[in-house]
């Protein structure tokens, strides 16, 4: 996703057969499901608030499009790491459908179902601490031009 990620184990919950049901960040926290190809299959009403964008427009949309310009090689190979690693976590800046750039806190998880790669995403909020920072590897890049 535009970040570093934490590629640990304990960055994200067991596999769990419900993707709505585990929560990994807290409740509220945003989820998106992907398929292989980084198509959004399924995401919740949080999800659709946080980007600005209907359910039915998110599934119609992939990955790349909430990638901010000139990022999306660094999205493509941090995918593919994703899938051959298995989880990944960290800070990710997200287009919405204004236009505007949302700073995430996110982990995911591949193959949570067959074929549905899951995130859970958590607008940063500087007012409180991120989910526990041992778990990060840094903040990665600035804000995207």
């Known amino acids: 996703m535009g970040t570093r990620a934490d590629k640990s184990q304990e960055a994200v919950p067991e596999r769990a057969g419900n993707l709505h049901t585990t929560a990994p960040l807290q409740p509220g926290a945003a989820t998106l499901v992907a398929d292989d190809r980084g198509r959004y299959v399924d995401c ?35 995918w593919q790491e994703f899938l051959n690693v298995g989880v990944q976590a960290g800070i990710y800046w997200l287009v919405r459908k204004d236009g505007s750039l949302v700073e995430v806190e996110y982990r995911a998880l591949a193959n949570a179902s067959p074929g549905g790669h899951v995130s859970w995403l958590r607008k940063m909020d500087i007012s409180r601490e991120p989910f526990p920072a041992s778990r990060l590897r840094g903040r990665g890049p600035e804000r995207p031009t």
């Open 44 to 78: 919740d009403e949080a999800a659709s608030e946080l980007l600005g964008y209907t359910r039915e427009e998110l599934l119609t949309m992939s990955v790349w499009q909430l990638t901010p310009g000139g990022h999306e090689v660094d999205g493509l190979v941090m």
